[in-house]
């Protein structure tokens, strides 16, 4: 039982570590561009997995990853911190994408000026 737990905590942390780091790339991409074609279905995939039910989610993901296991023939913890990842950017994605909306975009340009080396 504490080896199954310790396995649980490994690979809590690698998900919400790879998850915030996606969401955050997501997040700055979605929000520091100019308004696209498609940018409202990129919103709504990555959103997705909050809409419907997580145990939905979780049984796709199940599914998915499975029969990618079986076409691969890998049998590691990747696809497990790969299912783990897949489900928590959304949850990552909101709040920070929120923060930054709400972010002054000059700060960001002040931070990108540089001064001139004498």
Not at 97 to 106: C, I, P, W
Request: net charge positive; hydrophobic share 55%.
């Amino acid at each position: 039982m504490i080896e199954a737990a310790g396995r649980s905590f490994q690979i809590a942390t690698v998900a919400a570590l790879i998850a915030t780091v996606v969401a955050t790339l997501a997040a700055v991409a979605m929000t520091r561009t100019a308004p696209y074609r498609g940018m409202t279905a990129k919103y709504a995939f990555l959103n997705l997995p909050l809409m419907v039910p997580e145990i939905v989610t979780a049984v796709a993901l199940l599914i998915f990853f499975s029969r990618l296991k079986m076409w691969t023939g890998y049998s590691g913890m990747g696809y497990l911190i790969a299912a783990h990842t897949a489900f928590c950017v959304p949850f990552a994605y909101l709040p920070v994408r929120a923060r930054l909306e709400s972010m002054d975009t000059t700060l960001e340009r002040a931070a990108g000026i540089s001064t001139p080396r004498p």
